[in-house]
């Protein structure tokens, strides 16, 4: 494997000469390792320096350049409010480009909710001290000490006279400035902010109603054919043979093959997969007997590497101190991300360097580095770009079709885009893994929590740890051993990995706990709870509800879920009504509050609360992967049950709790985790059926209903 | 075996000569370069790739190219007339119903296509029509509000 070059070296050097002219700013400040997110990402050449680069021009607009790219969660709006702010300039005057190699800063990828919480502090760092650095270069310019200098909307003026004044666009005239402040300015504190806290519509939003939002499949490209790759019946089996002999006949069809990747290519995407029908192939027989019925005894029973953590006090002791012992167990199949957008790349090749335009949450870490390592190339001849991406949610984190799309087009000779069909992005999806959850708790009579022996098996720990105070507790989890894969096919991280199954099960016990002592559940929370934040949540939750106990099941439908994720505290209240004929569940009313720290974007946050939430139905209510062994039978949306119109809840209520004076948290993933719980929870409150699997289909909630009837 | 397909596209008399059994979703795309109608299944059960087709909301992927021969079409590029955006379209981003987006053409496609046929629709009507057009970033209770207010603003403007 060939070395590669610091690319801070390569991007120096390299980024004059792409943008000319202006000031630019980098940074390199704070601890890199605070952006990476994911632990699974394993040790690799992390560049040392975090650059944020700032063009500004003439006629006074700016450019920003981050390898953050735009999903949905709406960076694109939130990150020139603070830049805006750090910079003094209008925020119309700011123009985004992001997730480009070779114009951006690195980052090794937009995951985690790590956009507001971490990357924006590099972000508005590198802000103010750009702004100190312009503020000085008009000091030289006007002769006036820079204490005496102030700025607003670009404009560095005397703060004795006004009319002294100098203009960012004029300072900086086309000229490369490369300026670095000795001593840091500080970052504005909230009081300052102009734009920061303010709600702001989706920067993007015009371009994208009118259409003309390019995502990577509407790129125009002269000469571009499509591919359309031979895949395999099932994961788990090999290619034995195959004949294409009569595919390649076809008029203007091209095959071209790399090992077992064999890809047929024609400039007509109908044509392409016509011919794709017609090759002739023979695999191996998928040995994996498991499926979607018999999973979970399946993952109880698999080989596992243990671990414990939050231990405290004595178990034994805990169960002595205990009037009741509750005991469950909970069962989550396997989630596909199903982004509306499917995996989609392009790539051109000149020469020896290959663009890839990409929908990938990771254009550097997974994309770039991750090609130039497979093909050994040099890390500047791999530029990728993210155009727009349609929707992620973690399943852009990991980019097949980059690797395939870039080997196909050198083949080929031409430029070719890869975009997956719904059918492959099924099979090609890494699935949020099905997991088992037993628990096993000790209360007192009056409701106070003794014991608290919490087993996950195969799901991320991420909201495994219990929030409430409980004296005796052990958290043990089972997880895949290295080297052995229990799964047939591929999982990974789906929006706040691992919390959404775990919140399901610790919140529905929590529930059956409340129950058992006949005490509101809201109350049991509060009463087991000293985490301050987590009880003003539920507090402001109760009170935007307009909550009010009954004894369970009361009929009205209402259940609570709360927990931590990515930084926030987050509670949701929800209310449904239960079809006792059919099972079927509808959400009516939804109520969320969180505590983000400072929020940038009011209006962002709030829609993505409501995203979370009516996302989070799916996988509560109607999202299930069917397989047998490796072979993937949910293939498409009319297997795999999204939320409809109809069934999301005419009502989403988000409260944001002000702490503008504390740092940001993520705000993308948390109220998701909820979900499941507090559908759980008003489910049992609505008709007493109390269901221990996800998705809670009505088959599951009328079983749920019988065996609480007989 | 192509085919001369004459049909109107977003206002104008067209023609192109192709192979009558494609997709039409994918020659608005390709030979159009209409990239605003987006593919999300290929087999109608999405919605990404809503068109109007003589004024109804139609997937386009269950369409061939020859089915349009003779009529008319409007894809999301179409519905804007003169740089003014279509109340639809306005709707959408004065509730910001929408994050990734790339439901969105689809959605308004479908949205147009439901005040056409029927000026003032009730909330429920608005959910029967838009029921199996999918968003997995969830703007659907923005998306109701959004059609609920283009509803409303289309009346205005045709009343004198
Ligand atoms: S792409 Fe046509 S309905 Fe999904
Ligand atoms: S906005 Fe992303 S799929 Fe609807």
Not at chain 1, 201 to 226: C, F, N, W
Not at chain 1, 378 to 393: D, H, K, Y
Not at chain 1, 449 to 464: L, P
Not at chain 2, 42 to 47: N, R
């Amino acid at each position: 494997m060939k070395t590669q070059r610091s690319r801070f070296d390569l991007k120096r050097r390299d980024f004059f000469t792409l943008l000319g002219g202006g000031i630019v700013v980098y940074l390199s400040s704070g601890n890199p390792s605070e952006l990476l997110a994911l632990p699974l990402i394993q040790e690799r050449d992390i560049p040392k320096d975090y650059n944020a680069f700032l063009t500004i021009y003439e006629d006074g607009t700016v450019i920003c350049h981050v390898g953050k790219i735009e999903m949905g969660q709406g960076p694109i709006t939130s990150l020139p409010q603070q830049v805006a702010d750090e910079l003094d300039v209008s925020i119309e005057s700011i123009k985004m480009v992001m997730g480009d190699t070779e114009t951006c800063s690195y980052d090794p990828g937009t995951w985690g909710s790590m956009t507001t919480r971490s990357y924006s502090n590099f972000l508005r760092a590198a802000c103010a001290e750009a702004r100190a650095v312009l503020i000085q270069l008009a000091g030289e310019h006007l002769k006036i000490s820079p204490e005496n200098l102030k700025v607003k909307n670009g404009m560095v003026f005397d703060a004795s006279n006004p009319e002294k004044k100098v203009d960012y666009g004029w300072l900086t005239k086309g000229q490369r400035i490369e300026r670095s402040m000795d001593e840091k300015p500080e970052v504005k504190d909230h009081t300052q902010f102009k734009y920061v806290g303010q709600s702001r519509l989706h920067a993007d939003a015009r371009i994208k109603v009118s259409g003309e939002a390019q995502y990577t499949a509407d790129i125009p490209m002269p000469g571009r054919v499509y591919a359309k790759i031979l895949r395999p019946p099932s994961h788990q089996v090999e290619l034995l043979s195959v004949d294409y002999s009569e595919t390649e006949k076809m008029e203007g069809v091209e095959v071209v093959r790399d090992g077992d990747l064999i890809a047929v290519l024609h400039e007509l995407p109908d044509v392409a997969e016509r011919a794709l029908s017609t090759i002739k192939a023979e695999y191996t027989s998928d040995e994996k007997e498991v499926d979607d019925k018999t999973i979970f005894d399946y993952l109880l029973n698999a080989p596992a590497e243990t671990e414990e953590r939050e231990k405290a006090g004595d178990l034994g002791e805990g169960e002595e101190q205990a009037d009741f012992i509750i005991e469950s167990e909970f069962y989550d199949g396997y989630k596909a991300h199903a982004p509306i957008e499917p995996h989609t790349a392009m790539a051109k090749w000149e020469g020896e360097k290959v663009t890839i335009w990409a929908s990938v949450q990771s254009p550097f870490l997974m994309a770039q580095d991750a090609l130039a390592r497979e093909l050994g190339l040099e890390l500047e001849n791999v530029r990728v770009i993210a155009p727009f991406l349609g929707g992620g949610f973690g399943g852009k984190i990991y980019n097949p079709q980059v690797p395939e799309v870039a080997k196909i087009a050198r083949l080929a000779k031409k430029p070719v885009l890869l975009a997956y069909t719904r059918e492959e992005e099924f099979f090609m999806d890494y699935f949020r893994t099905a997991a088992v959850i037993q628990i096993r708790s000790g209360i007192t009579k009056k409701g106070m929590i003794t014991m608290w022996d919490y087993q996950h098996y195969f799901v991320e720990s991420r909201g495994s740890d219990t929030i409430y105070n409980v004296p005796n507790k052990l958290t043990t989890g089972y997880s895949e051993k290295r080297g052995s894969p229990i799964h047939p096919f591929s999982t990974g991280a789906w929006r706040a990995p691992g919390n959404n199954t775990n919140t399901f099960a610790r919140e529905s016990h929590i529930d059956m706990m409340a129950a058992k002592v006949g005490v509101d559940p809201v109350e049991f929370r509060l009463r087991n709870l000293t985490d301050e934040k987590m009880i003003a949540v539920i507090e402001a939750l109760k009170e935007k509800f307009g909550y009010s106990y009954m004894k369970g099941p009361s009929g009205r439908g209402i259940g609570i879920a709360c927990g931590t994720d990515a930084g926030t505290w987050v509670a949701v209240m929800i209310e449904v009504k239960v079809d006792t004929e059919t099972g079927e569940v509808q959400p009516i009313r939804a109520v969320v509050s969180q505590d983000m720290g400072m929020c940038v974007n009011p209006q962002g946050a709030t829609l993505q609360v409501e995203g979370c939430v009516t996302m989070g139905m799916g996988y509560a209510l109607s999202e299930d992967v069917e397989f047998k062994g490796g072979d993937v039978l949910t293939s498409n949306f009319d297997t795999y049950q999204l939320p409809l119109f109809s069934q999301v809840p005419e009502v989403i209520d988000t409260v944001i709790l002000d702490r503008q004076d504390q740092p940001p948290q993520g705000g993308g993933e948390p109220a998701i985790i909820c979900m499941g719980g507090a559908i759980a929870n008003a489910i049992y409150d609505a008709c007493g059926a109390r269901v221990y699997q996800m998705p809670m289909t009505p088959e599951r909630v009328l079983a749920g209903i019988k065996k609480a009837s007989g | 075996m192509e085919k001369l397909i004459r049909f109107t596209l977003n206002g104008k008399k067209t023609e192109i000569s192709v192979d009558p059994s494609l997709t039409l979703m994918w020659v608005l795309r390709d030979q159009f370069g209409l990239t605003g109608t987006k593919y999300g299944c290929g087999i109608g059960v999405c919605g990404a790739c809503t068109i109007l087709l003589d004024n109804d909301a139609v997937r386009s992927c269950t369409y061939r190219v020859d089915d349009v021969m003779d009529r008319n079409v409007v894809t999301i590029e179409g519905l804007s007339s003169n740089g003014e955006l279509h109340p639809v379209q306005k709707a959408f981003m004065e509730k910001d119903a929408l994050q990734c987006g790339y439901c969105t053409p689809g959605m308004i496609m479908n949205a147009a296509g439901l005040l056409i046929a029927n000026p003032e629709p009730t909330r429920q009507q608005i959910i029967h029509a838009m029921e199996d057009n999918l968003c997995r970033c969830g703007a659907h209770i923005r998306i109701i509000e959004a059609i609920q207010q283009a509803g409303k603003e289309m009346k205005k403007m045709s009343q004198p």
